[in-house]
Nanobody
Framework: QVQLVESGGGLVQAGGSLRLSCAVS????????MGWFRQAPGKEREFVAS????????FYKDSVKGRFTISRDSAKNTVSLQMNSLKPEDTAVYYC???????????????WGQGTQVTVSS
């Protein structure tokens, strides 16, 4: 059974930083493309960042480019999202996902974590 568990969310002021982690059990993360998505109340889940199987290619939502960094750690079997210069509009529940290809579509992923709340105050 594959499980993804996010951690690292919390409350931070605008301009601050958080690092989210996604621990994967049941399979090596090298078997998957990994993605981060987020969902604010009343809104659809949206793509944030993704990384391919090898970690050699990364992709980002335009509004987070230069602020967020997705990375893999094969030794810990985790994927992380370093979030800097946070803005109030980044407030959402953040979800880790695993799939075959690192697209921006939630439908491309078949394993999901439970989510972790990120709240950015102005």
């Amino acid at each position: 059974q594959v499980q993804l568990v996010e951690s690292g969310g919390g409350l931070v002021q605008a301009g601050g930083s958080l690092r989210l982690s996604c621990a994967v059990s049941g399979r090596t993360i090298g078997s998957y493309a990994m993605g981060w998505f987020r969902q604010a109340p009343g809104k659809e889940r949206e793509f944030v960042a993704s990384i391919n199987w090898s970690g050699g290619s990364t992709f980002y939502k335009d509004s987070v480019k230069g602020r967020f960094t997705i990375s893999r750690d094969s030794a810990k079997n985790t994927v992380s999202l370093q979030m800097n210069s946070l803005k109030p509009e980044d407030t959402a529940v953040y979800y880790c996902a695993a799939g075959d290809i690192p697209t921006g579509s939630p439908g491309s992923y078949y394993h999901w974590g439970q989510g972790t709340q990120v709240t950015v105050s102005s």
